[in-house]
């Protein structure tokens, strides 16, 4: 019982059941838990990112919601002036269903 218990608890707990994120932009690097970039074109990017306008639409991944404040962040983001600096590569879609990794390998930035 407590095998099937344990097991629950790391299925909820499971990276994939973190999809969107709810983000906070910050001033400087030193406060950032991820560097980001974004790219011009899309196939420069490791995550296609669509801006949602609400909390609960961020529910998928590439989904991410700015928060007003730094504490309700899932991730706090700092944007780099140049490529080279950073941590992830962001392209900006136009439609919701475009959302989502173009490199799985850097999945690991947002859990």
Do not use: T
């Amino acid at each position: 019982m407590k095998a099937i218990k344990g097991l629950l608890v790391l299925l909820l707990l499971s990276p994939s059941c973190l999809k969107g994120q709810k983000v906070f932009r910050v001033e400087y690097e030193s406060q950032a838990d991820i560097k980001v970039y974004v790219v011009e074109y899309e196939s420069q990017c490791d995550l296609k990112v669509y801006f949602v306008e609400y909390e609960s639409q961020a529910d998928e991944d590439g989904l991410w919601y700015f928060v007003k404040y730094e504490s309700q962040a899932d991730k706090k983001l700092y944007f780099v002036e140049y490529e080279s600096q950073a941590d992830l590569k962001i392209f900006k879609v136009k439609y919701e269903s475009q959302a989502g990794w173009r490199n799985q390998e850097k999945q690991h930035l947002l859990l």
